[in-house]
């Protein structure tokens, strides 16, 4: 690994990472979401800075880690970036928009 480290690069993934566990507990107390699909999304929220760190440490692009058809740690990492960007954007977003079409139709039967 290389040993130079950016501390605000770091804080920032931490930030993000914590903003989306929180967004998650705060649909799981309101009963928003199913605390199987919560948990998934907190899961993901909490392993997406360790592996975000890892790829900036390495300076690999996750763009040619994912295309370079080859099966190495790198590219695991890479693609475990994917899946976990995608489970703790995705649950929320769709939790969102179900309460969204859920009370637009309530409002239009009024």
Do not use: C
């Not at 999304?41 to 440490?57: E, G, H, T």
């Amino acid at each position: 690994m290389s040993a130079y480290v950016n501390i605000t690069e770091v804080g920032m993934f931490l930030l993000v990472g914590l903003l989306f566990i929180l967004l998650n507990l705060v649909l799981l107390v309101k009963r928003y979401t199913r605390a199987r699909f919560a948990m998934l999304s907190i899961l993901a929220a909490s392993v997406w800075p360790a592996l975000m760190i890892v790829l900036s440490v390495e300076q690999l692009s996750v763009i040619d880690q994912l295309t370079s058809g080859e099966w190495t740690l790198d590219a695991a990492l890479a693609w475990g970036v994917v899946l976990s960007t995608t489970l703790m954007t995705i649950i929320p977003a769709g939790v969102f928009l179900y309460r969204l079409v859920t009370i637009s139709r309530l409002h239009s039967e009024h």
